[in-house]
């Protein structure tokens, strides 16, 4: 292995006052294996600045950079900034050796085979917060989740893969649960036989309540078109014979239905009176398998609806931080506190996560929402990675498919600032998307890490027509709701 090669800073000042600020931001790198490289830097705003004697554009924040081609072997880099006379310059030394060819190692997310299968079961019960995860991959916000489980349900583990079993749904159908929401249990359940289904109206909820004998493991999703949501209750065969509507009078739901989709699998099947879905909840009174389907609010306006903000991180916790050192949890919070401003100015009550520099975890958040009873949820973070020098655009985000209108709406919104569009993202995994108690869906506002992305976030006039923009999208997906009920 050839000796690194010291990085030499160089420092010149032209003149004897106090010299222009110049910082290498990144790109100075010892050794690097690709011919082209991209240098970030940050001055003062207003100077001028170059990148091996080529002109670059500085940004408002004083942001610059350029990519540069490297010959192998050494490569000397020069930055230079200049204003009112003043020039300041670095150079240091980039060294562009062999790529090293890498061993080949199979990438856990596509390891299927990596689980253990255990010699003998081993039971478990799920404990408070269980999810079920479909397979045993793994990403930064953890594994493509299938659904929350309640607590109390008995399952038989048949194989591990590092902090996850694998447990047996039914003879057919598996998934995979952390260790952590698991204790030790005698046995798993026989395969059942499910009892009367009741149907009532409470009020601002219908709830389905399904007798059974043990309380089993379940998957929920909603379907669009048509408006259903459907539950699938694993180690289940169909003795319900009596599924009983209370009341003629439901508030969202139009009917219920069921099926026997497996010879263990039985499928709880609701269809919705509405297109759009105001949420639900699946879980256990005792034994009875509850299902709680939310009534529309009384006014499809933003006037008195109860509407969840939360601004990502905060505290210790700084998320993405940009060249010229903006950091992301100020900006998410200055764009929340304004678009609450926006919200309760029509009539809203707004539920903030935080209303300052704390950083309560994703379980206090999702905590507040549910005791602050919102009726629709709004995530603001602001994005990092890729080239400084591309501009990938703004992003919005959904795990639940009927959380895609809403997320769609505050999309086409956001592309009214004419930036560049990241995408619509569906089945995402971050935990405040989880609940499937009402609408939810996560801003990903721009790049604080592209230079051009930057440069709008740190202007606070640019920071509130995000907000405004947000809450347009909030409006037009009322709207929407609104008109859809009228073609009915
Ligand atoms: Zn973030």
């Known amino acids: ?136 991959g793994d990403d930064r916000l953890g594994g493509s989740k299938m659904g929350f489980l309640d607590e109390g349900i008995r399952l038989k583990a048949d194989g591990v893969k590092g902090s996850l079993y694998r447990v047996a749904l039914a003879n057919n159908h598996f998934a995979y649960i952390p260790k952590q929401y698991t204790a030790p249990a005698e046995s798993a359940n026989p395969i059942f036989n499910t009892g009367s289904w009741s149907i009532i109206n409470m009020g601002d909820r219908d709830r389905i309540s399904i007798a059974l004998p043990a309380r ?63 949420g639900f909840s699946v879980g256990y009174q005792g034994n009875s398998l509850t299902i709680d389907v939310r009534h529309r609010p009384a006014k499809l306006s933003i006037d008195g609806l109860v509407i969840g903000l939360d601004a990502g991180h905060g505290g210790e916790f700084t998320g993405a931080v940009s060249p010229s050192g903006l950091k992301e949890k100020d900006l998410n919070l200055d764009i929340v506190l304004k678009l609450r401003d926006m919200l309760e100015h029509a009539g809203a009550k707004v539920v903030l996560t935080r209303d300052g520099d704390t950083g309560p975890s994703m379980a206090e958040r999702k905590e507040i929402w549910k005791k602050g009873g919102v009726q629709l949820a709004i995530s603001i973070h602001n994005n990092a990675g890729g080239s400084p020098l591309t501009s990938p655009g703004t992003a919005a985000l959904f795990k639940h498919i009927f959380d895609r209108p809403l997320a769609e709406a505050i999309a086409s919104r956001m592309l009214q600032l004419d930036v560049p569009f990241f995408g619509l993202v569906g089945n995402f995994n971050f935990s405040l998307n989880g609940p499937t108690d009402y609408p939810n ?40 709701v609104k008109a859809s009920l009228k073609d009915k």
């Open 1 to 136: 292995m050839k000796k690194l090669i010291t990085p030499l800073i160089l420092l010149y000042a032209a003149t004897a006052s106090a010299a222009l600020p110049l910082k290498i931001y990144s790109g100075q790198t010892d050794t690097v294996t690709t011919p082209k490289h991209i240098i970030v830097a940050v001055t003062e705003p207003g100077a001028t600045a170059t990148i091996n004697g080529n002109a670059v554009k500085v940004y408002k924040t004083g942001s610059f950079g350029g990519e540069i081609s490297l010959q192998p072997g050494a490569n000397t880099v020069t930055v230079t900034a200049s204003k009112d006379g003043k020039t300041e310059k670095r150079s240091f030394s980039v060294y562009r050796a062999e790529p090293v060819k890498k061993q080949t190692k199979a990438d856990d997310s596509y390891a299927g085979e990596l689980t253990t299968p255990l010699e003998n079961p081993h039971y478990i019960v799920t404990t408070k917060g269980a999810y079920l995860q479909f397979g045993n």
């Open 216 to 278: 089993l493991a379940y998957r929920y999703r909603t379907n669009l078109d048509p408006s259903t949501i459907t539950v699938d209750l694993y180690g289940a065969t169909d003795n319900s014979n009596w599924m009983t509507q209370r009341t003629l009078e439901l508030g969202m739901i139009d009917y219920v239905d069921f099926d026997q989709i497996d010879s263990d699998v039985y499928r709880v099947i609701i269809h919705l009176k509405d297109r759009y879905n105001w």
């Open 441 to 480: 869906m996560l801003v990903e506002g721009l790049f604080m890490s592209s230079l051009a992305e930057e440069e709008l976030l740190a202007d606070p006039d640019f920071r509130t027509r995000m907000a405004r923009q947000v809450y347009l999208g909030i409006e037009d997906y009322l709207k929407t």
